[in-house]
């Protein structure tokens, strides 16, 4: 997702089209985080599954897959408890 008025050649029209009617941009302590127009909810942009899944296997020391996958629901709860 890019701001208003950045061009891009990486997509089509018609992508862009969609993108800019289904999703906005929202600043939120200087971060640009994707929310879904409708519901307003933030979305995980596909580029950052790593970071996020990274951070939270980090923070629970190495756990397992469902210790990491406790840790990341815990995350999108506080975020969207913030947002409200
Ligand atoms: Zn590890």
Do not use: Q
């Not at 997702?1 to 061009?7: C, D, I, Q, S, V």
């Not at 929310?35 to 970071?51: G, H």
Request: proline fraction near 4%; glycine fraction near 4%; aromatic fraction near 10%.
């Amino acid at each position: 997702m890019l701001p208003k008025g950045t061009a891009s050649e990486l997509c089509c029209p018609r992508f862009m089209f969609w993108a800019k009617s289904h999703f906005n941009l929202l600043k939120i302590a200087g971060n640009d985080i994707v929310i879904c127009a409708k519901s307003k909810k933030p979305v995980c942009v596909y580029e950052a599954f790593y970071k996020i899944i990274h951070e939270a296997h980090i923070a629970v020391a190495h756990g397992g897959r469902e210790t990491t996958y406790s840790e990341i629901i815990c995350s999108i709860l506080l975020a969207s408890s913030i947002l409200r």
